[in-house]
T-cell receptor, first 118, second 113 residues
Framework: EAGVAQSPRYKIIEKRQSVAFWCNPISGHATLYWYQQILGQGPKLLIQFQNNGVVDDSQLPKDRFSAERLKGVDSTLKIQPAKLEDSAVYLC????????????????FGEGSRLTVL | AQSVTQLDSHVSVSEGTPVLLRCNYSSSYSPSLFWYVQHPNKGLQLLLKYTSAATLVKGINGFEAEFKKSETSFHLTKPSAHMSDAAEYFCVVSDGSNYQLIWGAGTKLIIKP
């Protein structure tokens, strides 16, 4: 079974530039998550989709971050304009159904996209 | 509000000796608790989870964790460390009221040969 795919793996940009990350979840997984992991910290949820609807985006900095999941399959996360503090690994995860507490709610993570903002 | 504290940022043990990674949580509800592992340049992987069934939970690769409500702890243990266990481990809590996962800052496990 193919895992969660993310690209690009690494990206270096200057502040005020824009960047986009792509995620393809495991086939059939209804729930998709984007996390931000800053060096030395645990992941922080940015946004959670259930199919193509947003379940939780309370911690997404909406003035500069946006995410979409058209057709309920793959997803893109965009940052525009980037700031120095956006340097982090952006993790995409998916789960079969409605959340981590469901019987099949295990989150499967991609390898992440490492962003460096200079 | 729920929170989770991993008491050690780094733990170093010799191969073949026991592993103990400590985690304390705070939750207003009956929590669900998880341990995830992150090997270098790999995605996070679920080790085990507690969801109000047996208090001693067995996971993959010989790890287990015990839920102790009186101590608000969910420590991760393994009887004998292996070199392949070197990774970062995250303790995670969800209180069930909103499906959110709250992540600890992580503990880096170092295995000495």
């Amino acid at each position: 079974e193919a895992g969660v795919a993310q690209s690009p793996r690494y990206k270096i940009i200057e502040k005020r530039q824009s960047v986009a990350f792509w995620c393809n979840p495991i086939s059939g997984h209804a729930t998709l998550y984007w996390y931000q992991q800053i060096l030395g910290q645990g992941p922080k949820l940015l946004i959670q989709f259930q199919n193509n609807g947003v379940v939780d985006d309370s911690q997404l900095p909406k003035d500069r971050f946006s995410a979409e999941r058209l057709k309920g399959v793959d997803s893109t996360l965009k940052i525009q304009p980037a700031k120095l503090e956006d340097s982090a690994v952006y993790l995409c995860a998916s789960s079969l159904d409605g959340g981590p507490l469901a019987n099949t709610g295990e989150l499967f993570f991609g390898e992440g996209s490492r962003l460096t903002v200079l | 509000a729920q929170s989770v504290t991993q008491l050690d940022s780094h733990v170093s043990v010799s191969e073949g000796t026991p592993v103990l990674l400590r985690c304390n949580y705070s939750s207003s509800y009956s929590p669900s608790l998880f341990w995830y592992v992150q090997h270098p340049n790999k995605g996070l992987q679920l080790l085990l989870k507690y969801t109000s069934a047996a208090t001693l939970v067995k996971g993959i690769n010989g790890f287990e964790a015990e839920f102790k409500k009186s101590e608000t702890s969910f420590h991760l243990t393994k009887p004998s460390a292996h070199m392949s266990d070197a990774a970062e481990y995250f303790c995670v809590v969800s209180d069930g009221s909103n499906y959110q996962l709250i992540w600890g800052a992580g503990t880096k496990l170092i295995i000495k040969p």
